[in-house]
C-alpha cells in the first residue's frame, strides 16, 4: 500500500525552527518529485515546496522562500521540511504529497499523508 | 507568479443536484489544471488531473473540462459524501497555486 507518514509537528514559538519528516512506503521514493502543502485553520490550501526526484531542484511558495528548505533522502525514503524563522501565519496542517507521474513532475498530487500539526505561538 | 480564481465561493445543493465550479488561471496552464475534494479532518483526495482526466477510483460523475485559463468542475447528481470543499490547482509552473477553495452546503 502507498502510504505517505508525517511527523514532527507541535508548538513553537515565534523565530523558531522545527522540521518535519514524511516516510514514504510502498512505491519507488527516488522516481517521484515530492511536495508540501498546508492548511492554516479556517483558510483553504496553500501550496508550500516541491523537490524533484534527483533532490537538486526545489522551489519555494513566495511566503516561506528564504525560510523553508525541503530535502529528502532517497535512501530512506523519506522527505523533510526545514522551518526556520517561524511565525505565527506559518500555523497550519502541513501535508506532504506524491506527485503522480514519474515522468513528469509538473502534475497533480495523487497521494497525500495524513497531516502534521504546526502551532506558532508564544 | 499563476493567480487561481474560483467561483463561487460557496453554494447550497441538494442530493441529485448538477453543479459546475469555475476555476481561472491569471495567464495560460495549457491543460495543467488538477481538481481536489477536502472532507473536514482528512487529506485532500485528487479527483481530477490535466484538467479533464479522471483519477482512479473516482467516481464517473465528476468531470472536468477546459484549457487555457478557464475550467470547469461538473458533478452530476450529487451524492451525500460530496459535499465537501473543492480546490483546483495549477502544476503548469512553480509555485503550483490553488485556488482559494470552493465550499458546498448540504440546502
Known amino acids: 500500500e502507498v502510504q505517505l507518514l508525517e511527523s514532527g509537528g507541535g508548538l513553537v514559538q515565534p523565530g523558531g525552527s522545527l522540521r518535519l519528516s514524511c516516510a514514504a512506503s510502498?512505491?519507488?521514493?527516488?522516481?517521484?518529485?515530492m511536495n508540501w502543502v498546508r492548511r492554516a485553520p479556517g483558510k483553504g490550501l496553500e501550496w508550500v515546496s516541491v523537490?524533484?526526484?534527483?533532490?537538486?531542484?526545489?522551489y519555494y511558495a513566495g511566503s516561506v522562500r528564504g525560510r523553508f528548505t525541503i530535502s529528502r533522502d532517497n535512501s530512506k525514503n523519506t522527505l523533510y521540511l526545514q522551518m526556520n524563522s517561524l511565525r505565527a501565519e506559518d500555523t497550519a496542517v502541513y501535508y506532504c504529497?506524491?506527485?503522480?507521474?514519474?515522468?513528469?513532475?509538473?502534475?497533480?498530487?495523487?497521494?497525500w499523508g495524513q497531516g502534521t500539526m504546526v502551532t506558532v505561538s508564544s | 507568479d499563476i493567480q487561481m480564481t474560483q467561483s463561487p465561493s460557496s453554494l447550497s445543493a441538494s442530493v441529485g443536484d448538477r453543479l459546475t465550479i469555475t476555476c481561472r488561471a491569471s495567464q495560460s496552464i495549457s491543460s495543467y489544471l488538477n481538481w481536489y475534494q477536502e472532507k473536514p479532518g482528512k487529506a485532500p483526495k485528487l479527483l481530477i488531473y490535466a484538467a479533464s482526466s479522471l483519477q482512479s477510483g473516482v467516481p464517473s460523475r465528476f468531470r472536468g473540462s477546459g484549457s487555457g485559463t478557464d475550467f470547469t468542475l461538473t458533478i452530476s447528481g450529487l451524492q451525500p459524501e460530496d459535499f465537501a470543499t473543492y480546490y483546483c490547482?495549477?502544476?503548469?509552473?512553480?509555485?503550483?497555486?490553488f485556488g482559494p477553495g470552493t465550499k458546498v452546503h448540504i440546502k
Open positions: 523537490i524533484y526526484s534527483g533532490g537538486s531542484i526545489t
Open positions: 490547482q495549477q502544476s503548469f509552473s512553480p509555485p503550483f497555486t
Open positions: 504529497a506524491k506527485d503522480r507521474n514519474s515522468a513528469n513532475p509538473e502534475d497533480a498530487l495523487d497521494i
Open positions: 510502498g512505491f519507488t521514493f527516488s522516481s517521484y518529485a
